[in-house]
């Protein structure tokens, strides 16, 4: 075994991948599923990633389980700086490639950190306080020279993120990267109706979250910077909150399939 991954590194880093997104997609299902039940009842809440972490530790066999999921996500922080230093899928070195790149490196740092929350949480040494690290960023950049155009150009740039995610969603042209022959034809199908709807969901975040950034900017204010805890809470805040709510939530779990369909399904190059 030993031999076999020192010969062939692409193998150890395609089941890195493989069980990386796998860990995405169950954090994203819990998200949606709690938002799921704050829509109608009292048993879920709005929450992000890392209350996501939070409540998988406070189940059976907590601790195990997050830390499988914490290994994941490493495994995907991993996998995001293999595609941006390898280039795998060839995004080529001009301007777009290099931005898709380092679009990964920023990524995969997201999910590195991510995964260290999971370990801060196994430990007991999870931030239970008020503060938010979104917020001190977005305050240390705003007291910088041309910081609110700074913060509002990031804003911009998460909403940029968002309409991609949305073209995802309308081209399915993720497909391609998807090894789906073994499925039947109404089985493919299905795969990627979900996999188009929680694309369709994750851009709404990321429209909500973009806009947070560019408030902030605009009143130069850190504390309207908000995550997806806030998205969601602001979907639940506006008329027919519960059904917006419910949409976003069913469209989130659908993420979380999309994630594990990727990390059944996905095509991985050869040349890793």
């Known amino acids: 075994m030993a031999q076999e991954i020192s010969h062939h590194p ?6 890195l991948a493989r069980f990386g997104y796998a860990s995405k997609g169950v954090v994203y299902f819990i998200v949606g599923l709690l938002a799921l039940q704050a829509a109608f009842t009292r048993g879920g809440k709005t929450t992000g990633r890392e209350g996501a972490l939070k409540t998988l530790v406070q189940q059976p066999f907590g601790h195990f389980l997050l830390a499988l999921v914490g290994i ?43 995964a260290w929350t999971a370990v801060e949480i ?30 509002g150009t990031i804003g911009a740039g998460v909403i940029a993120f968002g309409c991609y995610y949305f073209y995802k969603a309308i081209t399915a042209k993720f497909r391609r990267k998807l090894h789906l022959s073994e499925l039947s ?5 299905w795969v990627i109706v979900v996999c188009r709807f929680g694309l369709a969901a994750r851009s709404i975040v990321f429209f909500l979250i973009g806009w947070f950034v560019i408030e ?37 779990m659908a993420y979380g399939v999309y994630m594990l369909i990727q990390a ?4 991985f190059n050869a040349n890793l």
């Open 72 to 114: 994941g996500l490493m495994g995907y922080a991993i996998w995001r700086f293999v595609e941006a230093i390898k280039n795998p899928e060839n995004k080529g070195n001009d301007l777009k490639g290099i931005a898709t790149r380092l679009a990964y490196v920023g990524n995969g740092l997201a999910y590195a950190a991510l």
């Open 10 to 15: 692409a193998a150890w880093i395609e089941r």
């Open 122 to 151: 196994i430990i007991g040494k999870a931030n239970s306080g008020n503060s938010d690290s979104k917020q001190d960023w977005t305050a240390r950049l705003l007291s910088q020279p041309f910081g609110q155009w700074l913060v």
């Open 216 to 252: 902030a900017a605009y009143m130069a204010q850190a504390s309207q910077v908000g995550g997806l805890d806030e998205a969601l809470e602001t979907l639940a805040a506006q008329p027919y909150g519960a059904w917006l709510l419910m949409i976003v939530a069913l469209g989130l």
């Open 185 to 189: 034809n109404a089985g493919r199908e």
């Open 264 to 267: 059944r399904y996905r095509h």
